[in-house]
């Protein structure tokens, strides 16, 4: 098996619109968890093999809000059909920040933790529904679910 990052932290879905619009190698590329020191971008990356899946994930800055979305989850993931029509397109589900967390202060300061768990896990929910991905990888809820314990 064979995963693939591209990573540029804290990048928000319109970053990624714009990158793939100017075709700017702007990702680290992560191999099997390995970081490399190559730069890469995402027309580059999908069409470097043949994929099964493929994974598309807001920033966790902004997964509660949902009018970040849209218009950018939905290119993104056109640009990814078009360029890997076999694989199959999954949101990957952001979690809520803890309480007390200064991104959660900063990002949502009228949310407490759980008020933002609520809003992550209704936005991938629509947006999943709405932009027609295959699946979604509740990471969210499955942290939340941990965390309760």
Not at 30 to 56: P, R, Y
Not at 109 to 131: F, G, H, L, Q, W
Request: overall charge negative.
């Amino acid at each position: 098996m064979k995963t693939v990052n591209l990573y540029i932290g804290g990048c928000p879905l319109s970053t990624h619109y714009s990158n793939i619009l100017e075709n700017k190698s702007d990702y680290d590329l992560e191999i099997n968890g390995e970081k490399t020191e190559f730069k890469i971008s995402i027309a580059d990356a999908l069409m470097s093999d043949t994929w099964d899946f493929v994974t598309l994930q807001q920033v966790s800055t902004q997964s509660g809000s949902f009018e970040t979305y849209s218009p950018y989850i939905e290119a993104v993931s056109d640009f990814v059909r078009k360029n890997c029509p076999e694989a199959k397109i999954l949101i990957h589900e952001t979690w809520a920040y803890e309480e007390g967390c200064t991104l959660l202060k900063n990002h949502y300061p009228d949310m407490t933790s759980e008020d933002m768990y609520e809003n992550v896990v209704r936005c991938y929910r629509e947006i999943e529904k709405e932009a027609g991905f295959d699946g979604l990888i509740p990471a969210g809820e499955l942290m939340h679910a941990l965390l309760e314990g």
